[in-house]
């Protein structure tokens, strides 16, 4: 069994809502397993230990909730943040990726970024600190937390119910989760030159090449 497995056995139902909200809602959730850890309880509920409706259900619930709450935060005071200095718990350098990653992409943003560790915390929050429409932000708030929480449970469900023992590949599904889930920050980060050219020269710099 994989401690992410055990982790999330432990903390129940209700410690999934919390962490999920956490993680789209509160400035602490960057560091959180938000990815992994619906797939995993989506497939626990395959085995019997949750059901699968309250739990889907139940994350989306939370997802949007905590979207709303990061949004209304980020209109009040937002613009505050960017001032703040860095901390154990926050990073402005990701702040600033996730406004320019929303100013790139606009409300579509808000959608790919459910699937982006950190940005996924900080783009509400800059929808609201930027004052977007907020009819607009609510229709795709829904939307990116249906695919991201229905859809990321519902996958670990039809596994774990599909493939026979299963639980064996657990642990590299959930890695492959994670790559996928930093992939379209790096396709964001190669596209944009400046960033590639300040990452591979981070590489040349940790590898002694000139």
Request: glycine share 10%.
């Amino acid at each position: 069994m994989s401690d992410l497995e055990q982790f999330t056995r432990t903390i129940g139902l209700f410690g999934v809502f919390g962490i999920v909200f956490a993680e789209t809602g509160l400035l602490i959730g960057f560091f959180l397993p938000g990815d992994s850890l619906l797939f995993t309880a989506g497939f626990l509920a395959s085995q019997g230990v949750f059901d699968i409706w309250p739990l889907s259900l139940g994350c989306f619930a939370a997802c949007v909730i905590g979207n709303i709450a990061a949004y209304a935060f980020g209109a009040r005071v937002g613009r505050k943040l960017f001032e703040r200095p860095d901390s154990r718990f926050f990073r402005r350098e990701t702040l600033v990726k996730a406004h320019e990653f929303y100013e790139r992409h606009g409300a579509r943003a808000l959608i790919l970024a459910r699937f982006i560790p950190g940005v996924r915390v900080f783009a509400p929050i800059v929808a609201g600190t930027s004052l977007m429409d907020y009819r607009k932000f609510t229709i795709v708030n829904v939307l990116g937390g249906a695919l991201w929480a229905i859809g990321l449970t519902w996958a670990g469900y039809w596994l774990g119910k599909t493939i026979p023992n299963v639980d064996r590949y657990l642990l590299p599904i959930v890695a492959l989760i994670l790559v996928l889930s930093v992939l379209p920050a790096v396709i964001h980060v190669w596209r944009d030159r400046q960033q590639r050219e300040a990452v591979l020269g981070a590489f040349r710099r940790l590898f002694g090449r000139p």
